[in-house]
């Protein structure tokens, strides 16, 4: 890895509440967030996307339709739209009053309780323009967190992570792959993108390929992991951590 200057979490046998403690909660949540704590989480990760007026938000699709009671693009909200959307109800009836989430919010949550993140941030599909406010958006936001909260700022697209690398040389940058299109050029990728992180899907996923990762140096983190035996054997192959939706894995379970 090429980023002396990136604080580098050191990770070892970590669980990352996937979009918060997301099979008891509606995602990207409060709710999701607040359960994970309560069950030991140290590390929560979420998806950030940019609403037309500027603000990050925390939502993993871009239409609303999957985890709200609206439909259309999220590309069309602002911030005064999203107390009006009911963000639980989709999950269970006792849930409705949940809302989509800013970022803002979450760093609040993060100062509160010294919870860790990774903040995926989603292939904007407004263009370049729209993607370098995203990266300053998050930025702006991130800039608010208490020195020792760890963040780890993950994408799956490659520019705009080399773009948050040279313009926010201080975070962790992780590169996400699907493993069908982990291809032979995965290190020139993670250097050109300033990357400490390979963050991997599981499926399909080898040993020889997490030893590849790990003898260049890089740490291992592995998404979606909802068994103990599976997640065990990835951290004996040398993972650092593994994304899970389920409270079974978790410290406190
Ligand atoms: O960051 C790991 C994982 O969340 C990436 O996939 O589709 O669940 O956002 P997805
Ligand atoms: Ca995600």
């Not at 009671?69 to 911030?79: C, F, P, R, V, W």
């Not at 509160?112 to 903040?119: K, L, P």
């Not at 065990?232 to 993972?239: R, S, T």
Request: glycine residues 6%; contains cysteine; charged residues 20%.
């Amino acid at each position: 890895p090429t980023t002396p200057s990136a604080h580098v979490p050191r990770l070892d046998h970590t669980i990352f509440a996937h979009r918060g403690l997301s099979t008891l909660n509606p995602e990207n949540t409060m709710e999701a967030f607040r359960d994970a704590r309560d069950h030991g989480a140290r590390w929560i990760e979420t998806d950030v996307d940019l609403i037309a007026d500027g603000t990050p938000i925390l939502i993993h699709d871009t239409q609303l339709e999957r985890t709200t009671d609206h439909t259309g693009s999220i590309y069309a909200l602002t911030a005064e739209d999203l107390p009006s959307i009911d963000a639980g109800k989709w999950f269970g009836r006792q849930f409705g009053g949940s809302h989509i989430q800013t970022l803002a919010d979450l760093v609040d949550f993060l100062n509160e309780t010294g919870i860790n993140a990774n903040i995926e941030i989603k292939q904007n599909e407004q263009g370049a323009a729209r993607t370098i406010q995203l990266i300053d958006a998050v930025a702006a936001e991130l800039a608010r967190l208490d020195p020792s909260i760890q963040i780890i700022v993950s994408s799956f697209s490659q520019p705009l992570l080399m773009h948050f690398h040279q313009r926010q040389p201080q975070y962790a940058i992780a590169v996400l792959y699907e493993t069908c299109a982990l291809y032979d050029d995965w290190l020139s990728v993670a250097e050109f993108c300033g990357a400490t992180y390979i963050h991997v899907e599981d499926r399909g996923l080898t040993r020889e390929k997490v030893h590849a990762f790990t003898a260049a140096g890089y740490g291992v983190n592995v998404y979606t992991v909802n068994s103990h035996a599976r997640a065990n054997q990835l951290f004996n192959w040398g993972a650092s951590g593994v994304f899970t939706d389920v409270a079974d894995l978790y410290p406190c379970a």
